[in-house]
């Protein structure tokens, strides 16, 4: 159990906007709770433009972590002392840390994705085909996350400069990984989804009811793997088409889950409970 609130009490948080429904604060909280640490996880509704503002708060208040969320993942690359790696090359913070007084960005998007589909699925990724859907923010971490892990990826966004700059990033994450020769990622066209043995949503199409679905539900069989980023609804139209279809579906609540999990590590310096933090957003996780 947590013990009780104190003066010693050590508090980490979400900023973003809207984060009120964020999972987040139960994930964390749930964590601490069953090592019983004495820390406080707490969502900070921070609009568009406040990123500088919250780390600056972070510095005076002594908070010692935050997560970051939508809309101020790029803002608050430029309010940190320094980036990690992944946050450099992604343009985009989704964590910060402190290492003495310097704040630290953070990206861990990349292996929460990697990490849900091994630990939920036992997905192997070397050798795999992969199209991803999108060329926003969520789309580079994973395009990056999955050429990193060996497979080959097809990016098949709305807008081609989107999809470029995906591809960019994700030859950049191979020849970083060292799997750079090996490694296909270009841009292509829907009908690529036919042949891809992982398919992924990372647009927010789905989210709400109305949302046209996307890609052509006759894109997906059975024999391939469909993850959609969304959380909320948990099974999105394109879930349902895709178990329909035959093919073995996953949600966004794993990469929820472990993206939380390497935050967790990072302020706490302790392996993160996924078990219990997985059961407070209602995932079962093995081990
Ligand atoms: P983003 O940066 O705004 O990118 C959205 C992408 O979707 C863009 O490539 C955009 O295309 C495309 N798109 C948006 N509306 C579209 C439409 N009507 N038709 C076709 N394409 C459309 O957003 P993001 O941060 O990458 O987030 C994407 C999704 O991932 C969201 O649903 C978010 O909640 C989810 N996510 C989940 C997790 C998790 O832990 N499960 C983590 C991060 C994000 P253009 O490039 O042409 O504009």
């Not at 993942?73 to 007084?101: F, I, Q, T, W, Y």
């Not at 953070?106 to 929460?112: K, L, P, S």
């Not at 060292?178 to 891809?196: E, F, K, L, Q, T």
Request: proline residues 5%; contains cysteine; negative net charge.
């Amino acid at each position: 159990m947590r013990p009780a609130l104190s003066g010693d009490t050590k508090v980490a948080g979400v900023i973003g906007d809207p984060v009120r429904h964020s999972l987040s604060p139960a994930l964390h909280n749930a964590g601490f709770a069953h090592l019983g640490l004495d820390w406080a996880y707490v969502a900070f509704e921070v609009p568009a433009g406040g990123g500088a503002g919250a780390v600056a708060a972070m510095r005076a208040l002594g908070i010692d972590g935050l997560s970051v969320t939508m809309p101020l993942k790029a803002e608050v690359v430029e309010a940190c002392d320094e980036l990690s790696p992944a946050a450099a090359m992604l343009g985009a913070v989704n964590c910060v840390r402190r290492s003495g007084d310097r704040m630290i960005g953070e990206n861990t998007d990349g292996v929460g994705f990697v990490n849900s589909l091994r630990r939920q699925a036992g997905v192997e990724f070397a050798g795999m085909h992969a199209v991803v859907l999108g060329g926003g923010g969520a789309a580079r971490a994973v395009v990056a996350a999955l050429v990193s892990e060996g497979a080959s990826v097809t990016i098949v966004n709305r807008s081609m400069e989107s999809a470029v700059r995906a591809a960019e990033l994700g030859k950049a994450a191979a020849a970083a990984a060292g799997v750079g020769s090996s490694m296909s990622v270009m841009v292509g066209a829907p009908g690529a989804v036919r042949d891809a043995d992982l398919v992924v949503n990372a647009t927010p199409l789905g989210m709400n009811a109305a949302d046209p679905m996307p890609v052509a539900p006759e894109m997906l069989r059975r024999g391939q793997m469909a993850v959609d980023l969304i959380y909320m609804p948990a099974v999105t139209p394109f879930l349902e088409v895709a178990d329909e279809a035959g093919a073995q579906i996953l949600n966004g609540t794993g990469m929820l889950l472990f993206q939380a999990a390497e935050q967790f590590k990072m302020w706490t310096g302790r392996d993160a409970p996924v078990k219990a933090m997985g059961a407070a957003v209602g995932l079962d996780i093995a081990g």
